[in-house]
């Protein structure tokens, strides 16, 4: 699930709101995920206060373009280091 409110929706409940409307569209019982990006609060508050839980937290990477050579590029971590 995805949502988005224009700025001046924002802050009134419009978030949970909209969350709200859109479950109404799921069958009952089907799973529902929603990805919050870090620091976006709002989401988070609109999500929690629907009744949905943390599942699961992870930051996604990507190698800057032009990255400078010699740097790392986290290959060679083995999977002796976890």
């Keep these: ?16 709101e909209l969350v709200c409307d859109a479950l109404s569209a799921v069958p009952a019982g089907q799973l529902v995920l929603a990805a919050v ?8 508050r609109a999500l929690l206060s629907t009744a949905f839980v943390p599942l699961a937290s992870m930051q996604l990477f990507r190698r800057a373009a ?9 290959s060679e971590v083995s999977a002796s280091h976890y």
């Design 37 to 44: 990006a870090p620091g976006n609060a709002a989401s988070v």
């Design 1 to 16: 699930m995805g949502f988005e409110l224009e700025p001046e929706r924002r802050g009134r409940g419009g978030g949970a």
């Design 66 to 74: 032009g990255g400078r050579p010699g740097m790392s590029t986290g």
